[in-house]
């Protein structure tokens, strides 16, 4: 699943390619792909003539901003991507929204599983409020006041942006009793981290995914606070990880899954002392570390692993 690098890499490779272009027509061709507004055929009617002015990323969902101030957010979720195809491209099967784009280029959505979701979104709206979940989300959602800040009011903040200090980083932290690969992961808490760089920034903060985040020393949360921030700009620097559908606007892959220190290498040895990276699961999630770099603070080695 992709997670803020890899989100922000196809967002950087958009604002190359397609800032300034003018979105002549769409075709939706996987109808829940659009979350708003609904039905498609008004999707469709809205966005027909947009300008694209930038493109911008908010937690795991990349940004298009339009010249009129709308914002369409597209949340890739499991296997969504977004690909530049130059006119006369094949056709593609799992491509579930088509932008024809006014220079003969189309953006394709493509989607496999179907998770992702797309949205037109007025501009504004980014005032903190109550979050709502299921049916009353989609009936606020039809109200006209409902605006793109809406759609990320659950969300915590970013983690690369310069005000994301370490101090606030530890204000956030203060009182929490959850696990720290939970609290890592929790949208709410801080936006854009998964499973992939949650794990690399515990390994390389040597921290224990299970340790409870209010047991954190000062040293400790500025350890982990530098960590979750050099994973994420590595990640981006290598142009996101590729385990499965994940591709930038390019569709090339990205190169940072052979540069990861623990995600999905159970049995390997640990690139700083060399034991068995072992994996266990937190929260129905796979969570891998070093059972001798990442000790529960005062705890035997490998306990809890
Ligand atoms: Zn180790």
Not at 34 to 55: C, K, M, S, Y
Not at 136 to 151: F, M, N, S, T
Not at 153 to 179: I, M, V, W
Not at 268 to 296: D, K, Y
Request: hydrophobic fraction near 40%; aromatic fraction near 6%.
């Amino acid at each position: 699943m992709p997670e803020l690098p890899e989100v922000e890499t196809v967002a950087r490779d958009l604002q190359r390619r397609v800032a300034g272009a003018v979105i002549s027509d769409a075709e939706v061709r996987w109808e829940r792909t659009v979350r708003h507004p609904q039905p498609a055929d008004r999707f469709v009617a809205e966005l027909r003539g947009a300008t694209i002015r930038r493109v911008g990323r908010r937690a795991k969902s990349v940004l298009l901003h339009l010249a009129d101030g709308r914002v369409m957010t597209v949340a890739l979720r499991m296997t969504g991507a977004l690909i530049v195809a130059p006119a006369g491209t094949p056709e593609d099967p799992y491509a579930r929204v088509v932008f024809r784009l006014a220079d003969g280029r189309e953006l394709r959505y493509r989607d496999v599983r179907k998770f992702g979701r797309i949205g037109l979104w007025e501009r504004g709206g980014l005032v903190r409020r109550t979050p709502q979940r299921g049916a009353k989300r989609k009936i606020l959602e039809r109200r006209a006041a409902y605006r793109v800040g809406d759609v990320f009011a659950r969300h915590g903040p970013e983690p690369l942006a310069r005000s994301f200090s370490a101090e606030r980083f530890a204000a956030r932290l203060l009182g929490r009793s959850a696990r720290l690969k939970t609290l890592l992961i929790d949208q709410s808490f801080i936006a854009g981290v998964g499973n992939i760089y949650a794990d690399e920034a515990l390994w390389r903060a040597r921290l224990h995914p299970l340790r409870a985040a209010n047991t954190l020393t000062a040293v400790e949360l500025r350890r982990l606070h530098r960590a979750v921030r050099a994973v994420l700009r590595q990640g981006i620097a290598n142009r996101g990880a590729s385990f499965a559908d994940y591709v930038g606007a390019d569709g090339e892959p990205g190169a940072n899954a052979e540069q990861l220190a623990v995600y999905r290498r159970t049995g390997q040895p640990c690139l700083r002392c060399g034991r068995e990276i072992v994996r266990i699961v937190v929260g129905q999630r796979g969570t891998h570390f070093c059972p001798r770099c990442q000790r529960v603070a005062g705890a035997p080695d490998g306990d809890l692993a």
